[in-house]
Every structure is written in C-alpha cells, then in structure tokens.
C-alpha cells in the first residue's frame, strides 16, 4: 500500500499577528513548513505534498526537491479548499491514502506518520493521532473517503469526516509534540522545546 502526505501551508495565519507569513515564520532559526515537512519525508512516505496560497512562491521555495508544491487556488475559503487541492493533485497518483499534516505544527514527528500508515496497512480507512487521549495530527484518509473530503467546504478539515465514518485513534505519544503556532507565545513556548 502507497501512502502520501500533504502538508496544509495555504492559510492567511492572522492570528500570528506578523507581516511574516506563519509558515515562513522561523523557530530556532528555520521555517516553520521546513520544520513541518521533515516528519512525512522522514517517514518515507511518498509523494510528499506541501499545499500552498497565500506567499505561495516564498513558501513553496521551503520545499525541498522531493516535495510536490501543490498551489489551492482558493486557499482564503478556508482549509476545505486546501485539502481539496492536496486530493486532487494525488487523484492520479498511485496513492492509497493521504496522512495530512499541518505547517503550522512543526513538531509532529515522523512516527506519528509512519504509525498512521501502519494502521491503513491493518485496515483503517479514517486514522487519526492521538496524544495522551487527545486528537490532534496528522489525519489519515484511505482513497475511498477522497470524493467525501472533496465535498467539504469552508474552514473545516478531515475531522469533518469523524460523524460519518469509523475513526481509528492511533496513539503517537511520545512521538512528537502536536502544538500549532497561532500565536507568538505559542512559538515561544514551541521554541523552548526544541533545545
């Protein structure tokens, strides 16, 4: 079984409260979607993704050789539509499912993708990484819920799904740390864990 990734890099991240796009806000001095794509390169999964918008060409030069660049055109009607340009960029693909990560949690590590795999391997079709009990990133997503995701519209992600389909929690404890960065004193915090 062939399982992608894509990591979501499209949003406007007002929160942040920086002329910086969030994704190319540094912490310990690198990006933070460089940081974000380390995990699902590391894990070997194949193709790797980063879905860009807004600062497109400056974010999407983050991408190392091995990183499909993938452009959401309407990326400002919310994270649906970033997912929906990740889904439709793998239709042609030989992938069988999609872990999607976040640039915005440069943390996550690469056991929690290949746990997520794993579980696809076994059966799961909606997979999702817990840490100490609760839900967070990445969501995995089997082919067969792609045309279910390419409905979604607006600011909801995968977890939209979770009603509808069975979930696996897939527990990644301890494999990283699933912190976004929504704020500068959520990246302060995130910088004092990465020494």
Known sequence: M???AAVLAAGRGSRLETQTPKPLTLLD???LVAWALDAPRAA???PVLLVVGRARRAV???APSDVDVVRARRWRQGIAHSLRAALAALADT???AVCVGLADQPLVGPDAYRRLARAHEQGARLAVATY???RANPVLLDRSLWPAAAQLRGDVGARALMGAHDVVDVDCTGTGDPSDVDTLDDLR???GRTR
């Open 2 to 4: 062939t399982v992608a």
């Open 29 to 31: 001095g690198r990006p």
């Open 44 to 46: 070997q999964l194949s």
């Open 60 to 62: 999407g030069r983050n």
């Open 94 to 96: 030989a992938s069988d």
């Open 132 to 134: 100490r009990g609760q």
């Open 189 to 191: 915090a995130l910088e």
